[in-house]
């Protein structure tokens, strides 16, 4: 696999015996890891309902094998590009965790065209 910043992938298992998944990442001209984590951390703060949404996306991709950039599926940060545009979109008030999902799921399944 090529990739435009090395990485290194790491898989251990804690002391409860779950998997820990870790990928490492060096300096480079072309990394932007800080900028990113400074990016997340402001939609975080800006979108609360973001959190909720990307844990049951996640999961909903994990169960999947969707989860995974390299083997085919969405990267986490993508996942998180995805759900915070949406809701970027959406109207202060427009609803509950629940419709959010829903529309999510809606919008990206059936209207984007990139």
């Known amino acids: 696999e090529r990739t435009v910043v090395p990485v290194i992938k790491v898989s251990t298992k804690d002391t409860r015996a779950r998997m820990i998944q870790l990928d490492?990442?060096?300096d480079s001209p072309e990394h932007?890891?800080?900028e990113a984590n400074e990016m997340v951390a402001m939609i975080l703060e800006e979108l609360p309902l973001?959190?909720?949404l990307m844990l049951v996306l996640k999961?909903?991709?994990?169960?999947r094998g969707l989860l995974t950039a390299y083997t085919g599926g969405l990267s986490s940060y993508c996942l998180?590009?995805?759900v915070a545009r949406?809701?970027?979109e959406q109207p202060p008030s427009s609803g509950d965790c629940g419709s959010l999902l829903m529309g999510f799921l809606?919008?990206?399944g059936n209207y984007?065209?990139?």
Request: charged letters at 15%; glycine letters at 4%.
């Open 32 to 34: 932007h890891g800080l």
């Open 59 to 63: 999961q909903f991709l994990l169960d």
């Open 106 to 108: 809606d919008f990206y």
């Open 50 to 52: 973001i959190r909720p």
């Open 24 to 26: 490492i990442s060096f």
């Open 112 to 114: 984007f065209d990139p």
């Open 80 to 82: 998180f590009l995805m």
């Open 86 to 88: 949406y809701l970027q």
